[in-house]
């Protein structure tokens, strides 16, 4: 367990750098453009601040509203908050907020800023459907993606993205309606840049999708460490998996929150590349290995 955590760690830090190269690409291909210099970026990370402060600190409030989720106290629902009580003691962590979704579809996940600001969703068909040890695994892979900063994370990655659709969209803009006062040999440099202008947003959807994929199979081996039972979370996935319905409020903005995919397993072939979350199949694998 303990080298998939540190194998997960290592492979996101590889694609947080992959989007920070991206964007200072990005970048540099504007300015070089429009002869605008290194302003571009300059005006990309003041932006990017301003989105990061209002993700910061209202993105999981925006994410629990989306998913109609509300919050209940020990008294409405004991049997969910003693769970959540126990393993946040086991894992040295804050009492999260406890959510619930009034939706059939088993499914759950965690949001907020950080581990003191954090709260946890989970749909009651979950609540509903799994066993005491299979809802603690679940719970206990939610909590992992608090402990392990996903949460947040998670936020930066979709500023990122954001951002570099924004950048290409400025640059389809201006190059349509202005274009660039381009020197000699600026043509090849205005051909280099539209290339990689209109291809940088597939990529930066690729490595959202890819950091989520490995923050998950983190969570489930985290979760599976706090329990010491991978066989619940493993067993939790196969009856999901086995419902595999979409929940009524199905949001792209927030599926890569979700313990499994708000959408079911409908992607098949190229468009698995850009799901959020991994083949349930590898995710139960790498539990039952672990046992």
Not at 69 to 90: D, F, G, M, W
Not at 91 to 117: E, S, V, Y
Request: net charge positive.
């Amino acid at each position: 367990m303990y080298k998939q955590i540190a194998a997960n760690k290592r492979k996101t830090a590889v694609l947080i750098f992959f989007f920070i190269t991206l964007i200072g690409a990005i970048g540099w291909a504007i300015g070089a453009y429009f002869e605008m210099g290194y302003s571009t970026v300059v005006w990309a990370l003041v932006i990017a601040v301003i989105l990061s402060l209002f993700s910061f600190y209202s993105g999981d409030k925006v994410a629990l509203a989306t998913a109609g989720a509300h919050r209940v106290s020990k008294e409405q629902n004991p049997y969910v908050y003693r769970l959540v009580e126990n393993l946040c003691i086991t894992a040295g962590l804050a009492m999260p907020k406890i959510h619930i979704i009034n939706d059939p579809a088993p499914n759950a996940f965690a949001t907020g800023r950080d581990p003191k600001h954090a709260s946890i969703a989970l749909t009651s068909g979950l609540i509903e459907q799994l066993e005491n040890e299979e809802l603690e695994g679940v719970i206990a892979h939610e909590l992992s993606h608090i402990k392990n900063y996903d949460i947040r994370l998670m936020t930066i990655v979709i500023i990122c993205v954001g951002l570099i659709t924004l950048l290409a969209d400025i640059f389809l803009r201006g190059s349509l309606f202005g274009g660039g006062r381009r020197k000699e040999g600026g043509n090849i440099l205005a051909i280099i840049g539209l290339v990689l202008i209109i291809l940088s947003p597939i990529f930066a959807r690729l490595i959202q999708s890819a950091v989520s994929r490995k923050r998950e199979f983190l969570a489930d081996a985290s979760g599976a460490l706090l329990t010491r039972y991978p066989e619940g979370l493993a067993r939790a996935l196969e009856k999901i998996a086995q419902y595999n319905k979409p929940i009524r409020r199905p949001n792209n903005a927030t599926a890569h929150l979700y313990f499994f995919s708000p959408f079911g397993l409908k992607k098949k072939g190229f468009s698995r590349a850009f799901s959020t979350h991994p083949p349930t199949a590898e995710r139960i694998k790498a539990l039952r290995a672990m046992a």
